[in-house]
């Protein structure tokens, strides 16, 4: 039944992800906001609603270690296997604002993440205040210097706004699934968790994050497999961005959040921190800002190390 409730949970939560992405896009343009407004605000907003609502709800739930867990473990799989799996099927070329704001962001809000959570296990409010201010800083550095938009696939071949009932009824669909769609997925990781003897903490670095990567890791191989342009490095290190500074930075803000398993912050932390940080030399070497698969074979052995590390 908890693998019912989560393989269920999981299904809502892509369904309702996509439904809120497309009508998201389609009022932006009705009301003709700047595509790039649209791409670094409602398309990332969208694209890590699942997260946002798993995390809260866990939260609000009292299983905090679901809400960070969630997050850690689905910046680690962003990297690790989804981008991976997308540069082993095919060569991804990467653009200069990797090195000049993407990673270097990334790299910033993780180290933040840490530094906050590593003296006294808890993320409080405040500090949650400083994340999604800091994300706030940097969309209007970027709004200023223009820096061109990262829509996703759904959103660039959307270019015309879909009528006003059918952009309603995807908007009330896409937020009646996730709702429902996390609280299976809540239900299925708590009972899947206490029926195995593992804490909530691993169930929420393996399954439930995978799961809320499910939806980029789909586009990624859809895009390769209709030889269209591949998910770029910067649309996954976009996300580990927000997925901090917006997904945990707002749940922290609604209800602080206390790390109790300390595997936490003594083993995926770490694995987040040095999986992001390895990106950097793998993007100059062995040919400059390209990834292929060679470079993914030593992301995908890196996931599974940490796959395995957590499981022991």
Known sequence: MNTLFIVSGLILLILGGNWLLKSAV???LRMHIPKIVIGMTVVSFATSAPELIVSVKSALNGFPDLAMGNVVGSNVANLGLVLAVTIMLSRIEVEKSFYKTDWPIMMISSCMLYGFVVTDHVLQRYEG???????????VYLLRVQKPAV????????????????????????GLALWGGSELLISGAVGMAEFYGVSRRVIAVTVV????????????????VKKEKAISLGNLIGSNMFNILAVLGITSIIQPIAVNDKGLLTNDMYWMLGISFVIFPLVFMPKKMQLGWREGIVLLLLY????ATTLL
Do not use: C, R, W, Y
Not at 129 to 139: A, K
Not at 154 to 174: D, F, I, P, V, W
Not at 209 to 224: D, K, Q, R, W, Y
Not at 304 to 307: D, I, K, Q, S
């Open 151 to 174: 829509v996703s696939d759904e959103a660039s071949n959307n270019e015309e706004a879909m009528s006003a009932l059918k952009t309603s009824s995807l908007l009330l669909l896409g």
């Open 209 to 224: 994050s995978i799961g809320t990567s499910v939806p980029e890791l789909a586009a990624s191989i859809i895009a390769v």
């Open 304 to 307: 599974l190390g940490f796959v």
């Open 26 to 28: 389609s009022i932006s």
């Open 129 to 139: 205040i400083v994340l999604v201010v800091f994300l706030v800083v940097f969309l």
